[in-house]
């Protein structure tokens, strides 16, 4: 079953602050956030695991609730490069059947 | 980069007849996967595979077979192409350990008309 993700899409000014989230129904072992721009492969972005930790990347960070079963992804003071869909792609378990939800569509505009 | 290569990129092809996609990896990942994804629906998993000859279903499989003969190559087959297997379809590969990221492959674009 996909997790759900939220918003759906998001339109910002550059410069201005976004989080997007990630749920689901299911207990979860780890949660993964890839971006995808249009025409091209999702790439990754991060990994979070069991133990609550937040990690971040530049001014991209994420949280992992394996109580809530939810995660979150921050993206602070964005950039036009920001633009794209954000997937969040979660396991359930050790069998690795990594399953993504719908995405976010995130706009940036000077 | 990731060695990982689609094939092919683009087909285009009539409702009824059969259709193989090839993912081929030169990393020895263990982990492959094939997606497709759909405008409002995001990735979703068709089938995945844990190594040789060990493959498992995943949310959309009805329509899709896989077979994995060697550690790196994962082929997909669709027995009898319909119109709603119009998609971008997406491989990707995953190495053994928890905190192991996917690297996906280029994608191919089949039309089934």
């Known amino acids: 079953q996909q997790p759900v993700q939220s918003p759906q899409a998001v339109i910002l000014r550059e410069g201005e602050d976004a989080v997007i989230n990630c749920s689901s129904s299911k207990a979860l072992y780890s949660v993964h956030w890839y971006r995808q721009k249009h025409g091209e492969a999702p790439i990754f972005l991060m990994i979070?695991?069991?133990?609550?930790e937040q990690k971040g990347h530049d001014k991209i960070s994420a949280s992992f609730n394996e109580k809530k079963q939810q995660s979150s992804l921050y993206l602070t003071a964005s950039q036009l490069s920001y633009s794209g869909t954000y997937f969040c792609?979660?396991?359930?378990?050790?069998?690795?059947?990594?399953?993504f939800g719908k995405g976010t569509l995130l706009t940036v505009n000077p | 980069d990731a060695g990982i290569t689609q094939s092919p990129r683009h087909k285009v092809t009539e409702t009824g007849t059969p259709v193989t996609l090839r993912c081929h990896q030169t990393?020895?990942?263990?982990?492959m996967y094939w997606y497709r994804q759909d405008p409002g629906h995001g990735l979703r998993l068709i089938h995945y595979s844990y190594g040789v000859k060990d493959t498992d279903k995943g949310e959309v499989s009805d329509g899709y077979s896989v077979s994995r003969s060697k550690t790196e190559d994962f082929l997909l087959t669709l027995e009898s192409a319909t119109s709603s297997q119009t998609s971008v379809y997406f491989c990707?590969?995953?190495?053994?350990?928890?905190?192991?990221?996917?690297?996906f492959g280029s994608g191919t674009q089949l039309s089934v008309l």
């Open positions: 990393e020895n990942h263990r982990y």
């Open positions: 792609g979660t396991l359930g378990g050790s069998n690795y059947k990594l399953t």
């Open positions: 990707a590969i995953k190495g053994d350990r928890e905190n192991e990221k996917l690297f």
């Open positions: 979070l695991l069991k133990g609550g």
